[in-house]
């Protein structure tokens, strides 16, 4: 997989204008500072740290830390912008819960130890690639200043040479740039320790969410179950033994009581049907998502237009949670919107299915938890979502227009080829 | 009437089978599959299919696309969909290609032996029978504030019925109302849903079918 690096990006090979190259020369000029304000903080620490004996040190200490965040936040940035691809934040927790609080946490988290070796290697790593076009650029000059204006054929030889060192500037940019760059992103980007320990804690809360969320659920279909159909089968069962006593001295009787269980057997049915059309609607097997999303849409007061284009059926699971998503939506639409006309788009893009539910009503939707409901609510739609590493955003402002945006990444959704 | 059955269960196709052959309808053949079925109703062109809309092999909605995909070939073939759930989509379909003689009903309904023969005849004939659930699910979309809402309760029911297929006659039973009065209500119906009057009876449960899934207004 190829990344997508934008185009203002400076990196080997890239082709460089005018301005790029600016840029790339006053970033390794930048380096160079943040190099040599980053040993001043390093100090700053060291003095904080031996003092802290006496207890002087530690506000220096904390504000050493504040100022290398503020910094390694600024080669960040500076790294991300020149390299295309953000950097991330590698820290566990900021320094804003109170002074002996923060520095215990920042004494913890190993993000903080890789600053300081980013802090005490980057003024030589400044300093070496920075050298190396001043070093060029520095012997170009000395050539204009000492060999020119000797006779033609020096000129020229001389005005060859300074040519080539200026290209070799030049063409060195970028790489220097590149080589900058990584050495930031080697220290300064989460290590993949930290990565995968929040993927870990991710996916951990999303587990038990799913866990949770599927307890519920059966709890919830055994309380139907027994409220609804097999209460009505033994009510059925009742009247149908009382009518088989019945029947031989009070016919008038039995027929009544065998009526009765007609409808008992009857609400059982529609009952069963509710329950059924819960767990996994037989419109979804039938026709997948596209065309159980169509018949959800159905059902909806307000007219909806459709625009799904899905190159295959996703794995069940993900369809049933984006099906149940949908039909959320559609319910708060149909609720609460105040909409005359609402719309479904979804479209398999880059790896996910995506898929937005908007209306033209009066908007403010949010993502609150639904109150005591667990199973409810856009905030149990994004639950659900978590679970399949989906995502879900709404965007409602006052007035209107709304749109609900879930994202959930699936891959066998891809063509088959 | 010659009638057609495709249904899974021997227990329910054994019943239809007694059920239908009781109330003198001759079942020229019973199958359990969807491909089966394609054969039975090219091969018997029957008055009348019942049929399951979930079928092997699939156990999707087979007993459907197969009763459309027969209808293709053999325009207004009757075809009476039993299923143990409605859904408008399917309703949709089988009612999209505006020939009549379609139905499209909850198994629940077949308790109600005589309701249920009736509504076999009546697709047999070209007419329509649609589920209560279907048309309550498609009045329940259209909002109080608009032409629906202007009916008076009685015209409502008198268009419920209706809707499912049902004759003047038979409105005018379930509700001990003279067939006149019936007449009467169906004029004040049409005036203010603005749909134009028939003398066809199917024609007339199409146009209402027609305008309740219409995009409501």
Sequence with gaps: MTEQVPASAVGPGSRLGLRQGGRALAGLGLNLFTGFVGLFFLLMAGIGLVTAIAGVGLPILYEALLGIRRLTRLQ???????????????????LDRGMFAS????????????????????????????????????????????????????????????????????????????????????????????ELTERVSQLFASRADAVDAQSVELRRIERDLHDGAQARLVALAMDLGLAEKAIDENPAIAKQLVSASRASAQQALADLRGLVRGIHPPVLAD??????????????????????????????????????????????????????????????????????????????????????????????????LAAFDGRLEVVSPVGGPTEVIMELPCASSSPKT | MRVVIAEDLSLLRDGLIRLLTANDFDVVDAVDTGP?????????????????VRLPPTLTDEGLRVAIAARREQPGLPVLILSQYVEQLYARELLSDNAGGVGYLLKDRIADVDQFVDAVRRVAAGGTAMDAEVISQLLSRHRADRPIGQLTPREREVLELMAEGRSNAAIAGRLFVTEKAIGKHINNIFGKLGLAQSEDDNRRVMAVLAFLQADPR
Aim: one cysteine or more; glycine letters at 10%; charged letters at 15%.
């Design chain 1, 103 to 194: 520095l215990r946490a920042a004494a913890l988290d190993p993000a903080t130890w890789r600053d300081i070796g980013w802090l005490a290697l980057q003024p030589l790593v400044a300093l070496a690639l920075g050298l190396v076009p001043l070093a060029l650029l520095i012997s170009a000059y000395s050539i204009f200043d000492s060999a020119m204006g000797n006779g033609p054929a020096q000129d020229m030889l001389g005005l060859v040479l300074i040519s080539a060192l200026v290209a070799a500037t030049w063409w060195l940019l970028p790489w220097l740039t590149a080589a900058q760059c990584a050495f930031s992103r080697w220290l300064l980007s989460p290590s993949s320790r930290t």
């Design chain 2, 36 to 52: 089966r079925l394609a054969e039975a109703l090219r091969q018997h062109r029957p008055d009348v299919a019942v049929v399951d």
């Design chain 1, 76 to 94: 960040r940035r500076w790294a991300g912008q020149l390299s295309g691809r953000p950097l991330a934040s590698p820290y566990v927790g900021g």
């Design chain 1, 287 to 384: 026709r997948g998502l596209a065309g159980a999303i169509e018949a959800a849409a159905l059902l909806c007061p307000v007219p909806i237009r459709l625009d799904i284009i899905i190159p295959a059926r996703p794995e069940p699971p993900v369809e049933s949670a984006l099906y149940f998503a949908a039909a959320e939506a559609l319910t708060n639409l149909a609720k609460h919107s105040d909409a005359t006309r609402g719309w479904i788009r979804l479209r398999y893009l880059d790896g996910a299915l995506r898929l937005v539910i908007g209306d033209d009503g009066r908007g403010g939707a949010a993502l609150q938890p639904a109150g005591t409901d667990d199973s409810g609510g856009l905030a149990g739609i994004g639950r659900r």
